[in-house]
């Protein structure tokens, strides 16, 4: 066995199609059901051997690095602490972020680089994790993380950690319409909480409707279905995505839906082309700080270059 120097570990964001959110649990958690999907828009995971006594050095770059902490703050050297005092590894490491995911934007990008710590970690010490050792260590770290390792489209369950393969066809056009700030989803679930006080609140379902338009490949009956229990908490602290969604809807999309806790809107739309002629209304509109087209799903956290 070649002893490597470093790997490169790519990882997709998520939208969540459908994100179903019971009553607040004594744990500070809430109850989720949801349909992950993940696309084509990736950060790159660089971690190389470091100088000996040099501990973990975590650097950045790419569109979306700006302001991103680089100490024990960040999920990603958080996720490599973990794994070297679990594995009993050097923690001498050189991790670079490249991002493009947008930070803090519901679209897992925080997630997203912690998967790609655990899956470049194993693959550069040749742990040799199985899939069910990685995604419990990837729960701890966060209810997204384990989706980030896996990829495709899931269905997630618990706090979202818990997750299963979902049967889907087809392949799906995204608009994502970026906000200047992101939101902090503790806040966003606090909100949610807030405007549901008082209010009976059933355990959350998996949408039958999202299913089974996700198994007929039918990307008109997936944009009906989008739900998300989030938005009307993310609008209420950002009353402007109400304006983003009806952009969105008037120039075509399929549907249209804040991804996760916000505040990125995700649109579905036909085909690239109307990938385009949305991304071009969008971005005439002034209401958005950003555009993106993605496709999705895709694959999840995986080794992408050996150095
Ligand atoms: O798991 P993660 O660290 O990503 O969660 C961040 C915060 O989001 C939690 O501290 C909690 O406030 C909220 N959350 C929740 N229910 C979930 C997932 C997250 O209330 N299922």
Avoid at 49 to 63: A, D, K, N, R, W
Avoid at 108 to 118: N, Q
Avoid at 193 to 198: K, Q, W
């Amino acid at each position: 066995m070649v002893k490597l120097n470093g790997v490169v570990v790519r990882v997709p964001g998520k939208v969540n199609l459908h994100l179903g959110v019971g009553p607040l649990d004594p744990d500070g958690y809430h109850e989720v059901t949801t349909v992950f999907q993940a696309i084509s828009l990736y950060d790159d995971v660089t971690i190389k051997h470091g100088e000996p006594g040099q501990g973990i050095v975590l650097t950045l770059s790419g569109s979306t690095s700006m302001g991103v902490p680089v100490d024990s703050s960040n999920l990603a050297f958080r996720a490599a602490e973990l794994m070297t005092d679990r594995y009993d590894l050097s923690k001498d490491l050189s991790i670079h972020l490249k991002k493009e995911i947008p930070v803090a934007g519901g679209m897992a990008g925080g997630s997203a680089d912690a998967a790609g710590v655990l899956v470049g970690i194993d693959a550069l010490f040749d742990v040799g994790l199985s899939r069910d050792e990685m995604e419990r260590i990837a729960a701890e770290l966060g209810s997204d993380v384990p989706f980030s390792i896996s990829g495709g489209i899931c269905i997630g369950t618990g706090r979202g950690d818990r997750i299963t393969p979902a049967l889907s066809r087809g392949t799906y056009h995204w608009v994502l319409a970026l906000s200047g700030h992101g939101l902090s989803t503790p806040a966003v679930y606090g909100e949610c909480d807030r405007l549901r006080e008082g209010m009976p609140i059933a355990r959350p379902q998996v949408s039958e409707a999202m299913m089974q338009s996700l198994r007929a490949g039918d990307p008109k009956a997936v944009g009906k279905a989008l739900a998300n229990d989030l938005q009307a908490a993310a609008c209420s602290l950002r009353p402007a995505l109400r304006l983003v969604l009806d952009v969105g809807l008037e120039y075509g999309a399929l549907g249209g839906i804040v991804s996760g806790s916000g505040p990125t809107v995700a649109f579905l739309v036909d085909d690239e082309e109307k990938a385009l002629d949305l991304t071009v209304a969008l971005s005439a509109s002034g209401v958005v700080s950003g555009v993106i087209r993605a496709n999705g799903p895709t694959h999840g956290a995986r080794v992408v270059e050996t150095l």
